[in-house]
């Protein structure tokens, strides 16, 4: 199995939370087209870009999701993704995959409107990138639910989660006003999205279901229909012939397999695996 085929497997296989580190690393790769080697940045077009310019965002309204899968450097994406790897799994932890999707996109657009809000009111100018809003949503959702959950930190030992939660949230007050003001307004704009979204979930609303009943939406309407001609049913009265079993048992002994290799995969990693257990998985998913 080569490597195209490795990572095919573990989109496959590795869920929502893998899934969005996948569709955040492809839009960066897609963004390179933009950048401008005699400046040393990237120029990301108003149809990419948040802007808080009225007259751009109001007839470009999808730039409030896009912003969050684009990145202003390769620094800027692998920290994003390292946070947002963290935050995925203690959120999923607790938590649906279509809830994670939903608190991620609802965040995103939530705080792309508090951010072309205030920079409007403020009477500034300036357009943004980045998935921050939505992690800190996420990571600010789990800390709401479990705050005194035990996390182990390299070289520092356990401490809490809201620990970590402070100290991320403290630093960007600190940075308020030293630069990139709009991106701090985002980043506290999701917190305050992830802690309403767990309290209304708790009790009894949960806002996802907007995002999943839309996406069920497109799915269904861009499925291909199935027509099925009307076909005459001949009942047969005779005694049916007993089907072979060997079918069946190759397709247990095969469903056995992938359960234990699964389980493998829940308790141990992907990269647990042996070259073979991958390369029948790949060959299964197909």
Known sequence: MNILDDLKLQYKLGGIAMR?????????LISLVFYNFSIG?????????LS????????????FLTYAFFHDGFWHLLFNMMVLNFSSTLFLTYFTQKQYLGLYIL??????????LSYYFLNYSAS???????????LVATTTYQPLMNIRLLLIGNVKLWHITSVILILDLMQFRLGNM??????????????????????GTDLSIVISRILDFF??????????????????????????????????????QIDEILDKISQSGYDCLTKEEKEFLFKAGK
Request: hydrophobic share 45%.
């Open 41 to 49: 940045q990237f120029e990301f077009p108003n149809w990419l870009a």
């Open 182 to 203: 709009g991106g701090h307004i985002s980043h506290l704009a999701g917190a305050v999205f992830g802690f309403i979204f767990i309290k209304l979930l708790q009790n």
């Open 20 to 28: 969005v580190i996948y569709w955040n690393v492809a839009c960066f």
């Open 219 to 256: 799915t269904n309407l861009f499925r291909k229909s199935e027509s099925t001609p009307f076909k005459k049913v001949h009942k047969n009265y005779n005694k049916p012939t007993q089907k072979p079993m060997s079918k069946i048992v190759t397709k247990d002994k095969t469903q056995q």
């Open 128 to 138: 943004i990138v980045g998935a921050s809003a939505a992690i800190m949503a996420i």
């Open 107 to 116: 965040s995103a657009v939530f705080a792309g409107v508090v951010f072309a």
């Open 52 to 63: 808080s310019d009225p007259q751009v965002f109001m007839f470009k309204p999808w730039t």
